[in-house]
């Protein structure tokens, strides 16, 4: 609770509940609906901090409009482009609720989403970070679902977001506590490195509902800017091994992303770094416990398998297959039993 003095009186102020954060740049076309979803939502007791980060189209004029007619609005105005990663930090600190929205000019967030969040957190006080099934729309039409317990978004944070973006809340203590705000070098990969970091210190969920239209058009990426992400997501991964408090080399993190993006191998021997380097994963989980053991080997059995069905190896594989089969990462279920065969007996021909 803060206090305001007004005619040399002293007047308490009830800070809000909630601090939803809209950062909007050139999106005259969409913005009008994803304001009025937040504030057509059934939560009512929220500030709603709307920051225009330098429009040249008409969407500073429509903003303008919006928080005239309505006192939950905070609006703020960037004279120039700041970019998104310091926009969302000016939110950040500006808000000053006990649970922080995220949301974007373009989506358009459910009626009851506000209100299912919070009720949500409030009944689960170790979540820090909660996100929500979406739903596609524009473009593309899809249901797209995430994981939604904490042991699983852990591992899922090896690979990419556990979260989309827009459907996030956040607990703000755990911000303030960890003094956690966007890295402004993660280009385009801002809130995946935001996640990677929260999940270190406070445990995520993902509500098992849409509770956010999330719209597809063509101006949401550049090429540029696929190539920037793909190398900050490249980084990203590359920390969360690291948290397994191992050496990594070169040759092992290529492996790696090799067995993730499903790229073939061209020789036994680089098959066997990776299935090494998968071993090597796991005995260190074992030791320091980053992840849920019986989830990250599972994981691991998974990528595994993956080395076996890759086509178009060169020379013997019987090497590999000794070695996979004398490893407990190896779990060999009734539905594999076919193509393991199937990879013993091309090693043999070989």
């Given at each position: 609770m803060i206090y305001y003095?007004?005619?040399?009186?002293?007047?308490?102020?009830?800070?809000?509940?909630?601090?939803?954060?809209?950062?909007?740049?050139?999106?005259?076309?969409?913005?009008?609906?994803?304001?009025?979803?937040?504030?057509?939502?059934?939560?009512?007791?929220?500030?709603f901090i709307i920051i225009n980060d330098g429009s040249t189209d008409n969407s500073l004029e429509i903003v303008k409009l919006a928080a005239e007619s309505d006192n939950r609005i905070i609006f703020i105005n960037n004279e120039k482009n700041l970019g998104l990663i310091k926009t969302l930090n000016i939110g950040l600190n500006l808000a000053s609720g006990e649970y922080i929205i995220r949301m974007d000019g373009d989506d358009v967030s459910?009626?009851?989403r506000i209100e299912k969040q919070i009720k949500f957190l409030d009944i689960n006080k170790e979540i820090g970070l909660l996100g929500s099934y979406y739903e596609c729309f524009g473009d593309t039409n899809v249901l797209q679902k995430k994981h939604t317990t904490h042991k699983d978004i852990k591992i899922a944070s090896l690979f990419s977001s556990p979260f989309a973006h827009p459907t996030i809340c956040l607990r703000a203590s755990v911000l303030k506590e960890n003094n956690l705000i966007?890295?402004?070098?993660?280009?385009?990969?801002?809130?995946?490195?935001?996640?990677?970091?929260?999940?270190?210190?406070?445990?995520?969920?993902?509500?098992?509902?849409v509770l956010l239209r999330y719209r597809v058009h063509n101006a949401q990426i550049t090429s540029d800017s696929n190539e920037t992400q793909k190398l900050g997501h490249?980084?990203?991964?590359?920390n969360q091994l690291k948290k397994l408090n191992i050496e990594i080399s070169n040759i092992e993190f290529e492996k790696w992303l090799q067995i993730i993006n499903y790229r073939p191998f061209s020789n036994v021997s680089d098959r066997i770094v990776a299935f090494n380097f998968l071993t090597k994963l796991q005995m260190a989980n074992i030791s320091t416990?980053?992840?849920?053991?019986?989830?990250?080997?599972?994981?691991?059995?998974?990528l595994a398998?993956?080395?076996?069905y890759f086509p178009g190896v060169k020379g013997s594989n019987f090497s590999f297959f000794r070695l996979a089969l004398n490893s407990n990462l190896f779990q060999i279920k009734y539905q594999d039993v076919f193509l393991f065969l199937k990879f013993y007996f091309k090693s043999v021909i070989n």
């Open positions: 003095q007004k005619h040399g009186l002293k007047y308490k102020y009830l800070m809000p509940k909630v601090s939803v954060i809209l950062p909007v740049f050139n999106c005259e076309k969409y913005v009008f609906e994803a304001i009025q979803s937040i504030l057509n939502q059934s939560f009512k007791d929220f500030e459910k009626y009851d966007y890295n402004e070098t993660a280009l385009h990969v801002e809130d995946y490195d935001l996640w990677s970091k929260l999940l270190d210190v406070t445990k995520g969920a993902n509500y098992p509902e490249q980084a990203i991964q590359f416990m980053v992840f849920d053991k019986t989830q990250f080997e599972h994981t691991l059995s998974n398998k993956r080395l076996c």
